[in-house]
T-cell receptor, first 113, second 110 residues
Framework: LAKTTQPISMDSYEGQEVNITCSHNNIATNDYITWYQQFPSQGPRFIIQGYKTKVTNEVASLFIPADRKSSTLSLPRVSLSDTAVYYCLVGDERGDSSYKLIFGSGTRLLVRP | DVKVTQSSRYLVKRTGEKVFLECVQDMDHENMFWYRQDPGLGLRLIYFSYDVKMKEKGDIPEGYSVSREKKERFSLILESASTNQTSMYLC?????????FGSGTQLSVL
């Protein structure tokens, strides 16, 4: 089961680009990498998912190097409302198509004015 | 939009009570999950299930059981609630590695 490691916390200022890196050394061939955002008293919300290279959507970009042992979530021009906890998840698909999805401890991002 | 509905937003129970937390999803997802979240500890997996055929323990199954008699409904059962089970409980469903979460149930055991 691929375990993930992320920085515990990060600070940034409004308008800056924020990059959060996740390490997943034991990622398996079939595993996807997914990032979630969580605000207090809410369930996590899907941000972006990728398998390799680069994925971009309207919210963020995800960079995955060729060895797939890490990934970087990039948030362009953050605002105060991006203050949240960000989780990196590596999907563990088993042979029967079921998934066992374990969260790491997440990165608490604080965006300052 | 996928909807994952947890039956209660807040619940207060007494020590020793049997507690049922219900979760229903409307997208025919095979996979369903129960997590608990405590301050500073992130989300911890209690149980997960693949359709009605399979239920499996996560990292912290002690004191919990689950039921999945129908594909859309996944119930978490606290056989005899204890104060250390006071927590936020989050249900999720997924067709694959992308999870869709309910709003959570904040359970207080007194």
């Amino acid at each position: 089961l691929a375990k993930t490691t992320q920085p515990i916390s990060m600070d940034s200022y409004e308008g800056q680009e924020v990059n959060i890196t996740c390490s997943h050394n034991n990622i398996a061939t079939n595993d996807y990498i997914t990032w979630y955002q969580q605000f207090p008293s809410q369930g996590p919300r899907f941000i972006i998912q990728g398998y390799k290279t680069k994925v971009t959507n309207e919210v963020a970009s995800l960079f995955i190097p060729a060895d797939r042992k890490s990934s970087t979530l990039s948030l362009p021009r953050v605002s105060l409302s991006d203050t949240a906890v960000y989780y990196c998840l590596v999907g563990d698909e088993r042979g029967d198509s079921s998934y066992k999805l374990i969260f790491g401890s997440g990165t608490r991002l604080l965006v300052r004015p | 939009d996928v909807k994952v509905t947890q039956s209660s937003r807040y619940l207060v129970k007494r020590t020793g009570e049997k507690v049922f937390l219900e979760c229903v999803q409307d997208m025919d997802h095979e996979n369903m999950f129960w997590y608990r979240q405590d301050p500073g500890l992130g989300l911890r997996l209690i149980y997960f299930s693949y359709d009605v055929k399979m239920k499996e323990k996560g990292d912290i199954p002690e004191g919990y059981s689950v039921s999945r008699e129908k594909k859309e409904r996944f119930s978490l059962i606290l056989e005899s609630a204890s104060t250390n089970q006071t927590s936020m409980y989050l249900c999720a469903s997924s067709p694959g590695p992308k999870l869709f979460f309910g709003s959570g149930t904040q359970l207080s055991v007194l």
